[in-house]
């Protein structure tokens, strides 16, 4: 998979994906199982599989997971034969997301998002929001 041709997904569909109680859960699940075949080209990053594993292991998860458990879901989003590229990231590239967040005035809510790797073009982010 080429990294200019894939979305880059932020956490919210990965966790409505695992999470079975999850508002998401029924769009999200087939959606992240046809990126991992490869049906859909999907990058994300490091930063995004740790907001993933958090939100698994958070009290108030339903249902919480055990840490062994959340990091076996994490690291099977992401291992062969998965297709889902996790995106490399260094310094350059957290200074980058530091001046788009602050030239674009985005609220935390939105930096946590942002991610600019280096000379790597990709298509706009694909994020969701859990309806309430």
Known sequence: MATADAVFVDA????????????????????V???????????????VLAEVYAALTWVGAQPAQPPDTAAEAVR??????????????GSAAALKMLDLA?????????????YVPESVEIKPMLRTQARR
């Open 102 to 114: 602050n030239k674009s005035r985005l609220s935390h809510f939105l930096t946590g998002s942002v």
């Open 33 to 47: 199982e046809s990126a991992r075949r490869g049906e859909i080209s999907w990058c994300t990053s490091a930063g």
């Open 12 to 31: 919210g569909l990965f966790i409505g994906a695992l999470l079975g109680d999850d508002p998401r859960h029924a769009e999200a699940r087939p959606l």
């Open 76 to 89: 099977l989003l992401v291992m062969e034969p998965s297709n889902i590229r996790v995106l490399d990231a």
